[in-house]
């Protein structure tokens, strides 16, 4: 793995973007079946499949930085304009696109509050509030534009580990103290609606991002110590789902999924949990030159794009007969909508990229010729 630094090769970031995308998709569809108020008991599964899922945002942000390191940790700050220029096609333009389609053709997805002028729908189109999964991207972009700061970083711990060691525990240090912050300040606060706009800030991700820096520039001991953690790593994943589950549950019915934000420590402790188990998988996989390499990385490519695009898909379904059957059977509902959406959001993402290349180069064709 260390003698080939394409953009080509298959990294455990790809097994992150890949696992962290076709999970979210599940929470998307969980929450809309849960808005038709299902009983106590399919309640108990929305609640226990969410928690399930809860390690996507940490996941992504850990797979990015993984993978960018890798390509451009030998970066400086005069690389950073090309680097810029490179994702705003990459993301930018498809998070521009993607939240014009939702406040346009689907406003009612809007959260938090809704436009009414040219000012507000510039506030819902930069903060995330266009749909309900948008917010990720308003925080994920964020990493990306201050990514100079994490190639300091790399240049700072390389090849030092005693240094990745310090920063390891400093980062952990504040992350705790921004956990205990949010729980008395938002969570358990007065007005937690007020608050919202942290979910968007990079700072309630930084740990993962940071981790993920770490992890490649010590790559070796990274793989090392993973290799040898999957027992523990095991019993950490059951210890941690019986913490947030309890924790959910103990808020009682109706079940709110707002009583499971990120920023806790047992949503912590289990998202790098499986993110360790990922990173497991992802090794032994790279290690043993697995078939399902080139397959991890093509949907690796388009799980941004796809992430983009999945609750317009759960829309359309949802407006075609997902909401009926969902008071019919919300479990049968969960599945087949989960399934659906995910084809259509991978598929659409490669149609659409394909698409956009070919019109790019015809056009660019026609301008030589003429």
């Given amino acids: ?113 809704t436009y009414y002028n040219i000012g507000s729908f510039t506030w819902q189109f930069i903060n995330g509030n266009a749909a309900p999964h948008l917010w990720y991207n308003t925080m994920m972009l964020q990493f990306i534009i201050i990514m100079p700061l994490f190639w300091t970083l790399a240049h700072f711990v390389k090849n030092n580990p005693h240094r990745s060691i310090v920063i390891v525990v400093l980062t ?52 090392q110590m993973v290799k040898k953690s999957l ?50 998988l992802g090794i032994k996989q790279i290690n043993q030159r697995s078939r399902t390499l080139p397959i991890f990385h093509f949907l690796a490519v388009y799980a941004y794009r796809a992430y983009l695009s999945n609750v317009f898909w759960l829309q359309v379904l949802w407006m075609l007969g997902g909401q009926f059957l969902a008071k019919i059977n919300p479990i049968s509902t969960i599945i087949s909508c989960y399934l659906l959406t995910w084809v259509l959001s991978f598929t659409s993402a490669y149609v659409l990229h394909i698409s956009w290349v070919k019109i790019k180069s015809y056009l660019s064709f026609s301008s030589i010729t003429e």
């Fill in 231 to 280: 027992l523990p790593l095991i019993g950490l994943f059951l210890g941690t789902t019986y913490w947030t589950n309890y924790e959910l549950f103990s808020f009682g019915y109706p079940l709110k999924l707002t009583n499971a934000p990120y920023y806790k420590p047992s949503i912590t402790f289990y998202s790098l949990t499986v993110i360790g188990l990922i990173a497991f």
């Fill in 172 to 223: 952990t240090i504040f992350y705790l103290w921004w956990l205990y912050f949010y729980n008395i300040k938002v969570f358990h606060g007065s007005q937690p609606q007020k608050w919202y706009l942290l979910d968007r800030s990079f700072l309630s991700f930084i740990i993962y991002g940071i981790f993920g820096v770490i992890a490649w520039m010590n790559r070796k001991k990274f793989g």
């Fill in 1 to 113: 793995m260390d003698s080939q630094n394409s953009s080509e090769l298959t990294d455990i970031g790809d097994y992150m973007k890949v696992f962290a995308c076709t999970a979210v998709m599940m929470q998307s569809v969980l929450a809309f079946v849960l808005k038709t108020e299902p009983s106590f008991a399919d309640q108990n599964v929305i609640g226990f499949l969410y928690n399930l899922v809860k390690f996507t945002a940490p996941a992504f942000i850990f797979g990015i930085l993984y993978t960018t390191t890798r390509q451009t940790n030998q970066n400086t700050i005069k690389n950073y304009p090309n680097y810029l220029k490179t994702q705003w096609s990459a993301l930018f333009i498809p998070t521009i696109w993607w939240t014009l389609v939702y406040l346009l053709i689907f406003p009612q997805l809007q959260q938090h509050t």
